[in-house]
């Protein structure tokens, strides 16, 4: 037991006990209590787990008062400088940035693994032909789990999670273009292994037989930036669920599908989406000072999408990369973009000089420039979160891996606060 504790007092019977308190190498120290129900017989009230350390992890780190990020200890602005997102997603789950050999043989292992079994395909036609894509994203994932059933028995075999995690990663730049075809009634395009991992990625989503997809130095490097900042986010709320359905030992494509519904809502990767939708409404720098107004009305639910985040109470390190390269892509690319782009610049300069968003800490948070990031390189609006999900898709994976590990995995099972009816007797519907 660790020497420094906490001491919980219960005043009413004046018991006291004694919990130890766990250092981290970053971060806040953590009070172990959870023997508290067989202590004093309380649970500790936590909704949104705003205190709640769920696990301890090796992987990613966040200080939010400080606006940073890292990812394996490294700074992500250090990756996003001078890495790649492949090999991004070999530090992640392997813990170490890879050597010569192992990003080859990495490289490899991936791109033998980017096709879908021909049977899945299928799957695609059930969908109208409207359907979100991160409806059918969600469904076709869950249903990949299908195509490998030996997995269920096989979670326990650190070979076969790693399997698992390289074939999740290679085929959902797949799964997310053939999303896209599928939508605008294009053939699908197949994976090509002589491609990089970004490249083959556009080319499935844009190309159309014998006229391979080009895209400019800038805008891959935009999108490879983009891949690597949303790469892992620490106990967010898809990873949270992707570890709770791991905890039961389900199968990890249906858990990354869980992850894959929990991040489609705008208060989590859906505010890409949302963002550009609010530009757009907006319109005009002359029409943001009532919005604003909009946005600080209590009776008003609308938000400044993109702006506030639960943990970075300072600044969002990501935006500050994402600023900056969206700035570069825009003047290179799409000029027709550029109106958006400076009611979004006038909209973050009018917010951050208000008393309403200082005080809250309220800043831009990734999302508010990776839409302007994939509407500049044609992606619809309606797959901005699926890209996301494309992206996150390593840190779910990880994540679970990482839990899995564990030498006991519990289930995972919060208690409650009941405030519904005391116990009372059945009364029969003529006496109701
Ligand atoms: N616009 C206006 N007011 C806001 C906003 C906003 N975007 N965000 C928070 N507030 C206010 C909120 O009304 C509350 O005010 P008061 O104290 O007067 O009641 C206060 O700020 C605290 O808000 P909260 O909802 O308790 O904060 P939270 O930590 O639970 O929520 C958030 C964080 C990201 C859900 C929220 O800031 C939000 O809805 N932002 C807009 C959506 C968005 O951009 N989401 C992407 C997050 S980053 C991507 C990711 O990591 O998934």
């Keep these: 037991m660790s020497k420094q504790t906490v001491t919980i007092t219960d005043n009413r019977t004046g018991k006291s006990i004694e919990y130890p308190i766990h250092e981290g190498i970053h971060g806040p120290s953590v009070i172990h209590s959870q023997n508290l129900y067989k202590d004093l017989g309380m649970f500790v009230y936590d909704p949104a787990f705003m205190t709640t350390a769920s696990c301890t992890s090796k992987i990613t780190f966040i200080d939010g008062d400080k606006g940073i990020l890292l990812y394996r200890g490294y700074p992500i602005e250090q990756l996003a400088e ?4 492949l090999e991004v997603c070999y530090l992640l789950i392997n813990g ?5 050999q192992q990003t080859i043989d990495f490289t490899n292992n991936i791109n033998h693994h980017t096709m879908l079994h021909e049977g899945l395909l299928d799957f695609y036609k059930g969908f109208r032909h409207d359907a979100h894509p991160m409806s059918m994203l969600v469904g076709v994932v869950g249903a990949l789990s299908s195509y490998y059933p030996d997995q269920i028995q096989d979670i326990k075999n650190p070979e076969h ?3 698992a995690a390289i074939r999740l990663l290679a085929k959902m730049p797949t799964i ?3 999303i896209h075809k599928y939508i605008i009634g294009q053939p ?5 292994n002589n491609l990089g991992y970004v490249d083959n990625f556009m080319n499935m989503m844009f190309s159309v037989p014998k006229e391979d ?3 400019s130095e800038t805008a891959k490097k935009a999108l490879e930036i983009i891949l690597i900042l949303h790469a892992d986010h620490e106990q967010n709320a898809s990873t949270s669920t992707v570890r709770l359905a791991g905890s039961s030992q389900a199968h990890p494509f249906s858990c990354v599908a869980a992850g894959i519904a929990t991040l489609w809502g705008p208060a989590h990767g859906g505010a890409n989406e949302a963002v550009i939708k609010m530009l757009e409404q907006i319109g005009d720098i002359k029409n943001i000072p009532q919005y604003i107004k909009k946005f600080k009305d209590k009776n008003d639910p609308t938000r400044l999408m993109g702006f506030g985040h639960r943990v970075y109470k300072n600044h969002d390190p990501r935006a500050t990369i994402i600023r900056n390269i969206c700035h570069k892509l825009l003047k290179e690319l799409d000029t027709t973009q550029q109106p958006l782009f400076e009611v979004a610049m006038e909209l973050e300069r009018i917010a951050l000089e208000d008393d ?3 005080e809250r800490k309220l800043y831009p948070n990734v999302d508010f420039y990776s839409g302007m990031i994939f509407k500049a390189l044609g992606i619809p609006l309606n797959m901005f979160t699926v890209m996301f999900a494309v992206a996150r898709t390593v840190g779910w994976i990880s994540q679970w891996m990482e839990m899995m590990e564990e030498p006991a995995v519990k289930i995972g099972r ?3 606060l009941y405030t519904g009816s005391a116990q009372r007797d059945y009364v029969s519907i003529d006496n109701r």
């Design 356 to 358: 309403y968003f200082i």
């Design 188 to 192: 699908y395009i197949y994976p090509r």
């Design 82 to 85: 001078h890495s790649s997102y």
């Design 414 to 416: 919060p208690r409650q």
């Design 161 to 163: 999670r790693y399997d």
């Design 213 to 215: 997809y080009k895209f």
């Design 176 to 178: 997310a273009a053939n």
């Design 96 to 100: 170490e940035l890879p050597r010569q």
